[in-house]
């Protein structure tokens, strides 16, 4: 038996991107078989449809669009002193992106860097790792 410290986590995807959720529950998982006991720390997960504001942390992902009601979740997030990690998807399908939607990515990300922490990524390889790092600082938690 060990004490933890037991944060909850909530994921949202702002765009749609199921595979990065997945790699997100994967990455979390992972996270807390290798170093719960030695951390003292352990993130659980709670369901996205949880009332906004449940989780200690919330992990954002954007793609090339933003859905308004999960960005008013990390607003909300924001205003009530949670932590909140978003990882913006630097690939860009050109078949499957509009620059309207772009710009609205591009000002959301802006509006962010100063209140949450803001991740680039380019590939899920990329993700996985970052998400991994930005879980093990000590000065988030």
Request: negative net charge.
């Amino acid at each position: 038996m060990f004490t933890a410290q037991v944060y909850t986590v909530q994921i949202l995807c702002l765009s749609g991107m199921m595979d990065e959720m997945h790699l997100a529950q994967e990455v979390i998982r992972k996270w807390n078989q290798e170093n719960a006991r030695s951390e003292g720390k352990l993130f659980l997960e709670i369901p996205e449809a949880s009332t906004p504001g449940d989780a200690d942390v919330i992990i954002g992902i954007v793609g090339n669009y933003i859905d308004n009601a999960k960005a008013d979740v990390i607003e909300a997030s924001v205003k009530a002193g949670k932590k909140v990690l978003l990882f913006f998807s630097e690939f860009q399908d050109p078949e499957n992106t509009m620059d309207s939607e772009l710009r609205i990515v591009e000002a959301f990300r802006e509006s962010s860097l100063e209140q949450c922490v803001c991740v680039a990524y380019n590939n899920n390889s990329m993700f996985k790792e970052t998400l991994l790092l930005e879980l093990s600082k000590r000065k988030l938690f």
